[in-house]
């Protein structure tokens, strides 16, 4: 056996959660928003923001995943809050928006959906595409191949 000595990396629960509530505000979310969209509940992400508790694996994965939150940003404090920026155009942040509210739908149908102009309709499409996804599985392709088309004339 060798006699080689592990540095045990220690990051104070305080500065986690007060990187966590950095990358909240920085998101425009409250707790109850942002417990919803991680799929907790709202006493465990407040535990997390005061430094009481750390997440479970699956939360660290859920806030890259959902929220774009670079993780080593949140445990050691070092490289840029977000993997990527946060959306800043408005069709952007809408098609964000729509994300989170509708996580099962495919990214790639958001753009067609965002392409409709009444919000009724939006929320139409939305609904009846989470109940009948495969009976418009066609009919999105289409629309998809038809803009590749028009965008490479």
Excluded: W
Excluded at 3 to 23: C, D, I, Q, S, W
Excluded at 125 to 143: G, P, V
Aim: charged share 25%; hydrophobic share 35%.
């Amino acid at each position: 056996m060798s006699n080689k000595k592990f540095k045990l990396t220690v990051f104070p629960l305080e500065h986690f959660g007060a990187r966590l509530k950095r990358v909240r505000l920085a998101l425009n979310l409250d707790p109850a928003q942002i417990s919803d969209i991680l799929g907790i509940k709202k006493n465990s992400y407040y535990k997390y923001e005061d430094g009481s508790r750390f997440p479970q694996p699956e939360i660290l994965l859920s806030l890259t995943t959902y929220l774009n939150v670079n993780v080593n940003y949140l445990l050691s404090g070092e490289g840029e809050m977000f993997l990527t920026p946060p959306p800043s155009s408005e069709k952007e942040k809408r098609i964000s928006l729509l994300k989170e509210i509708f996580p099962n739908i495919p990214p790639e149908t958001f753009p067609l959906i965002e392409s409709l102009e009444v919000p009724i309709m939006k929320h139409s499409l939305m609904t009846e595409f989470l109940l009948c996804k495969e009976q418009y599985k066609s009919h999105i392709d289409e629309h998809f191949l038809n803009n590749k088309k028009e965008n490479k004339l």
